[in-house]
């Protein structure tokens, strides 16, 4: 993705790309979700579907490195140059999911998958996301 990218920029038309560092990276999400209970016998515990659409926000720093291919350092190699970028993402997010609440513990484990359309940045570019995970519940 970030090669890709530093491709698309036209600053870096000259040079080769080496490779990439992603820093101080922040995601802030938004998302209004509908849960859904799923009926099962002889289980502890509530067992539900939910999906849902909200906004997603993503800011990082991108350090390229990078050569000229014809300008040569000490010794006959390239020099390594190095570039910080912003990379900011925003757009509006769907989301399905599938989640288990102890009966006596607030605590839930979950899957869930969603799809996030690109707005800023690259403009329709779209991104699939799974995850898993758990959550205590207050």
Not at 43 to 71: H, I, N, Q
């Amino acid at each position: 993705y970030y090669k890709n990218s530093f491709s698309d920029l036209d600053k870096y038309d000259s040079y080769s790309y080496h490779s990439h560092d992603v820093e101080s990276t922040i995601y802030l999400q938004g998302r209004h979700l509908f849960h859904y209970d799923i009926t099962t016998r002889r289980m502890l515990g509530k067992l539900d579907w939910y999906w849902g659409a909200g906004a997603s926000f993503k800011f990082a720093r991108v350090k390229y490195f990078y050569f000229y291919p014809w300008e040569l350092g000490p010794g006959g190699s390239s020099v390594l140059l190095n570039d910080r970028r912003p990379d900011v993402d925003f757009g509006p997010e769907a989301i399905t999911g599938i989640e288990y609440t102890f009966d006596q513990t607030p605590l839930t484990f979950f899957g869930e998958v969603s799809g996030f359309l690109e707005f800023a940045d690259r403009p329709l570019t779209f991104w699939a996301f799974a995850a898993a995970g758990a959550r205590f519940n207050f």
